[in-house]
T-cell receptor, first 115, second 119 residues
Framework: AQSVSQHNHHVILSEAASLELGCNYS??????LFWYVQYPGQHLQLLLK??????LVKGIKGFEAEFIKSKFSFNLRKPSVQWSDTAEYFC?????????????FGTGTKLQVIP | NAGVTQTPKFRVLKTGQSMTLLCAQD?????MYWYRQDPGMGLRLIHY???????AKGEVPDGYNVSRLKKQNFLLGLESAAPSQTSVYFC??????????????????FGAGSRLTVL
């Protein structure tokens, strides 16, 4: 079974600082990878996803993530954060194989951006 | 296009009471899920369904039951609520995406959540 680790539980940054949130997964085969974002009081929304091809994927609101297969990582980055990026960020993984495959979420990273 | 709609949004129960959370989606998605979200624990899958009339257990199914009588609806029931079931519950749905000849269910669309408190 797959698993996901997000080592940063709570990150506090000032506006304009650069962001990198770590995500490592454990699974022996091919995977699909996701980042979801949950703004305060709201539901989870897809931020970006990786299926195949270019390991650097770009999502909404200036976020990007890089899939490094050798490190089993899919870290989320943003060059310059804004106060509106304050949210909880979840990494998720699902095996890429036939039939239904379970989506496994990490425990989340709370990002607080200080104006 | 409403997406995924959950009702009710808030509910307070006493220990031992029963209730049902309703999830409805209008995207014709085959797959539906119920998650619970607790601080520091991320999202944990309670039950899921891969099609009308089918359900399966997730990571934390004990104390919950589900039904998927219609494709667009997925009900989560608590027969005898316990304080440990105080949580925020999210319903989600997804479509079966074809990738390189393999079928993969992914890209979840979530509802707004239902906050349940059991006293």
């Amino acid at each position: 079974a797959q698993s996901v680790s997000q080592h940063n539980h709570h990150v506090i940054l000032s506006e304009a600082a650069s962001l990198e949130l770590g995500c490592n997964y454990s699974y022996g085969g091919t995977v699909n990878l996701f980042w979801y974002v949950q703004y305060p009081g709201q539901h989870l929304q897809l931020l970006l996803k990786y299926f195949s091809g270019d390991p650097l994927v770009k999502g909404i609101k200036g976020f990007e993530a890089e899939f490094i297969k050798s490190k089993f990582s899919f870290n989320l980055r943003k060059p310059s954060v804004q106060w509106s990026d304050t949210a909880e960020y979840f990494c998720a993984v699902t095996p890429n194989s036939g039939g239904y495959q379970k989506v496994t979420f990490g425990t989340g990273t709370k990002l607080q951006v200080i104006p | 296009n409403a997406g995924v709609t959950q009702t009710p949004k808030f509910r307070v129960l006493k220990t031992g009471q029963s209730m049902t959370l309703l999830c409805a989606q209008d995207m014709n998605h085959e797959y539906m899920y119920w998650y619970r979200q607790d601080p520091g624990m991320g999202l944990r899958l309670i039950h899921y369904s891969v099609g009308e009339g089918t359900t399966a257990k997730g990571e934390v199914p004990d104390g919950y039951n589900v039904s998927r009588l219609k494709k667009q609806n997925f009900l989560l029931g608590l027969e005898s609520a316990a304080p440990s079931q105080t949580s925020v519950y999210f319903c989600a749905s997804s479509y079966n995406l074809e990738l390189r000849g393999s079928s993969v269910a992914n890209v979840l669309t979530f509802g707004a959540g239902s906050r349940l408190t059991v006293l």
